[in-house]
């Protein structure tokens, strides 16, 4: 069974920096493209950032572009997100969610995670 | 970047009766190469992630019932659900995985009349 497991969130001040993590089982993230997607408490979904399996180039929205970075682990099958210079706009429920396009970062998202709770408040 | 434009924002529908959610994207998400819309659409329910619904703008998911369907090309998308039940209350999403950033519509929360 494909299961994805997100950690790392927390409560943060303001331009403080959190590294997400996304444990996936049942399948290889280094043959998926994965996703963070993060939707603001009571507000709608937001794509953040993808990277595509193999050797494929990361992928970010403008709003978190030279802060967030993406990246993964294929020995420990994790996808990870650094996020630094945080601000109070950032704060949201972070998923992790797999491409279904084999390793193409362009793709439908499924499944996704249950998501981390990242807060950024003085 | 495209931008993805739902309407309506909300709507009411009876159990037993059709409900249709409208998607538009500010450019084409049509790929001429293989002629395949990259188009998706997602359920979220409270408290839950998001599942997928469609991909390929009418491609319905893995285990999704019969009454969800997908429509249209380009610019223009439906969501269709034929019967609603009550399990359908939820928020839905489109979302086009065409070319970064890979934008969601702002949602449309569906409610029993």
């Known amino acids: 069974e494909v299961q994805l497991v997100e950690s790392g969130g927390g409560l943060v001040q303001p331009g403080g920096s959190l590294r997400l993590s996304c444990a996936a089982s049942?399948?290889?993230?280094?043959?998926?493209?994965m996703a963070w997607v993060r939707q603001a408490p009571g507000k709608g979904l937001e794509w953040v950032s993808s990277?595509?399996?193999?050797?494929?180039?990361?992928h970010y929205a403008d709003s978190v572009k030279g802060r967030f970075t993406i990246s993964r682990d294929n020995s420990k099958n994790t996808v990870f997100l650094q996020i630094n210079s945080l601000r109070a706009d950032d704060t949201a429920l972070y998923y992790c969610?797999?491409?279904?396009?084999?390793?193409?970062?362009?793709?439908?998202?499924?499944?996704w995670g249950q998501g981390t709770l990242v807060t950024v408040s003085s | 970047d495209i931008v993805m434009t739902q309407s309506p924002d909300s709507l009411a529908v009876s159990l037993g009766e059709r409900a249709t959610i409208n998607c538009k994207s500010s450019?084409?998400?049509?790929?001429?190469?293989?002629?395949?819309?990259?188009l998706a659409w997602y359920q979220q329910k409270p408290g839950q992630p998001p599942k997928l619904l469609i991909y390929?703008?009418?491609t319905r998911g893995s285990g999704v019932p019969d009454r969800f369907s997908g429509s249209g090309s380009g610019t223009e998308f439906t969501l269709t659900i034929s019967s609603l039940q009550p399990e359908d209350v939820a928020f839905y999403y489109c979302?086009?995985?065409?070319?970064?950033?890979?934008?969601f519509g702002q949602g449309t929360k569906l409610d029993i009349k």
């Open positions: 990277i595509s399996g193999r050797n494929g180039g990361p």
């Open positions: 979302h086009h995985y065409y070319d970064p950033p890979y934008t």
């Open positions: 390929w703008a009418s």
């Open positions: 450019q084409s998400v049509l790929y001429s190469s293989n002629n395949k819309n990259y």
């Open positions: 049942g399948f290889s993230v280094n043959d998926y493209g």
């Open positions: 969610a797999k491409g279904d396009r084999g390793d193409y970062a362009n793709s439908w998202l499924d499944p």
